[in-house]
């Protein structure tokens, strides 16, 4: 049984680890392209940087490149978004709409301690 669960459980980390980058690279796509039913941004603005980080580093993730390093900058880039644009509106994350950048910056905050596990294309 742990040898079934242990297979298990790294099959799951790379799904979280690879659906958690595709997901944050379309926040980029929409920010950065106007794609995904985005509006896109001034490039050389707050957002359009943002679209950049995560459009770049969304990818870096799911693809398994230098994933400890691209997880500590999204985890950064959502902590950053949380306490300038939703926590002004409240204190709570349901509250302020900022439950998905909390969410975000806990999960590539444990994609950063971890490391990239199985199917990386670079070493952490």
């Known amino acids: 049984m742990v040898r079934i669960t242990s297979r ?3 099959i799951a980390y790379v799904l979280l680890r690879v659906m958690t980058g595709l997901l ?3 926040h980029g796509l929409q920010k950065v392209f106007g794609l995904v ?3 896109r941004m001034p490039l050389f603005s707050e957002f ?3 679209g950049v980080i995560e459009l770049l580093v969304g990818l870096m993730v799911a693809f398994g490149v230098f994933p400890r390093w691209a997880a500590v900058i999204a985890s950064g880039e959502m902590a950053v978004a949380y306490f300038t644009v939703h926590a002004p ?5 349901i ?3 900022g439950e ?3 969410l975000y910056c806990f999960v590539f905050l444990f994609i950063a301690a ?3 596990g199985k199917l990386t294309l670079t070493r952490d």
Do not use: I, M, R, S
């Not at 509106?89 to 994350?93: D, M």
């Open 89 to 93: 509106k409240g204190f709570w994350p």
């Open 48 to 50: 359009g940087l943002a």
């Open 95 to 97: 509250q302020n709409g």
């Open 24 to 26: 944050f690279a379309e």
């Open 8 to 10: 298990l459980v790294e």
């Open 100 to 102: 998905l950048a909390v």
């Open 114 to 116: 971890h490391g990239g």
């Open 37 to 39: 039913g985005g509006t």
